[in-house]
């Protein structure tokens, strides 16, 4: 189905539209196509854009290939593995093509107003005009910067999503500064490619590659961890970044002692720039604590999974943590003179923010995301889907988006009643 055979879409007027060509707004448009629902995808760039155009030359998924729910996607039983960033965007591609989804590339969308019944999108192509409207631009698209710290003078600052690889940087030594997901896999791919790398680490932990044989999501799927309903979880753990893992490559856990252990220099937060110095805060030791902490946890959460649950087979617990040891009686270094070490380039890894500023500002929170309440806004059918926690906790990523999908593609055709 496309745009110019469904009967219901024409002179940009539809149904549902859904904005974001991402895969929450083709799951999305999946089952909205198996409920009969007429709609149409608007998507700024191509499909999974973010994926294309956001993501280091290296990147690849940090979740298994299995774990890739999306709705009617072919998946083979012993399908295992991690997919490179070509090879998502190319499963995206083929996905949305397959499927026939009625995508429509290149507009962007700039602003959406109540319009009687339904609603106007502005967009670089003309109004668009829809009853049911679908957030699905996803949680993470624009960089997040902290105000108030600029580089030295002669010092390159890009963020990680400008990032591709080593060999495209100005020579020299790199500051790195976010010790989550994109933080540390960067710090590991500038060091594998004979780099000197600093590493601002924050209080964010993170979970083992493995534990007793068997990969972390394995675990968190087989727990029900995955499935933990989003008003079960505590506010700090709904608004913690994803937790470091490393990538798949060699099995191992990329956590900030290994990583110094591999010649990476540790330092606390990064706090001010002056007179060319890099300035930081002294709490290296308890941010490797943080991380220490939550590792622990959830192979605690693994034992205890396991003795309540002895029919299930694992291998024994290791008889220490895969973790490198750091020497807690190093002195924590609180600066770091640009010039004299060599800095060419400061790397944010500060994290990703919602892209939604054509939403209207009474729609979204502090943090720039829309208000609702289990995908459902105060708009009436206006729905969003793919942002992190929206229902549970894998509201976010490849395994639970399609649940979420399901769901408001259900609700869209509530809303439109008998008037499809």
Known sequence: MNPAVNPAVNDRTAPVVIVGAGPAGLATSWHLRGLGVSHVVLERDAVGATWRSARWDSFSLITPTWSVRLPGRRQTADEGGFLEKQQFVDM???????????????????????????????????????????????????????????????????????????????????????????GTRISDDLRRAGRRVFLSTGAGGGVPRRHRGRDVFEWLRDTGSLELPTEQAPEPMRRAPQPMVSDADDGRTSALRQLDQNGVTLFGRLTAVRDGRFVFADDLAHNL?????????????????????????????????????????????????????????????????????????????????????????????VFAVGFPWLTHRASGILYGIGTDAARVAEQARGHLGHRL
């Open 289 to 381: 604590r943080a991380a220490d902490a939550q590792a622990a946890r959830f192979r605690r959460q693994v034992d205890q999974y396991l003795q309540d649950h002895p029919e299930q087979r694992a291998a024994p617990a290791p008889p220490d943590t895969d973790d490198a040891a750091y020497d807690g009686d190093r002195a924590a270094p609180t600066e770091l003179d640009a010039a004299a070490e060599g800095v060419s380039t400061l790397l944010w890894c500060t994290g990703m923010r919602p892209d939604t500023a054509w939403l209207p500002d009474d729609l979204l929170d502090e943090r720039g995301t829309p208000r609702h309440e289990r995908g459902v806004t105060p708009l009436a059918g």
């Open 92 to 182: 995206l591609s083929a996905y949305a093509r397959e499927a026939d989804l009625p995508v429509r590339s290149g507009v962007d969308v700039r602003s959406l107003r109540p319009d009687g019944e339904g609603y106007v999108l502005a967009t670089s192509e003309g109004d668009w005009s829809a009853r049911v409207v679908v957030i699905a631009c996803g949680g993470l698209r624009l960089p997040r910067v902290p105000a108030g710290i600029s580089p030295p003078s002669g010092v390159t600052a890009l963020h990680a999503v400008d990032y591709r690889s080593p060999d495209r940087l100005p020579p020299g030594a790199v500051l790195v500064v976010g010790s989550a997901q994109s």
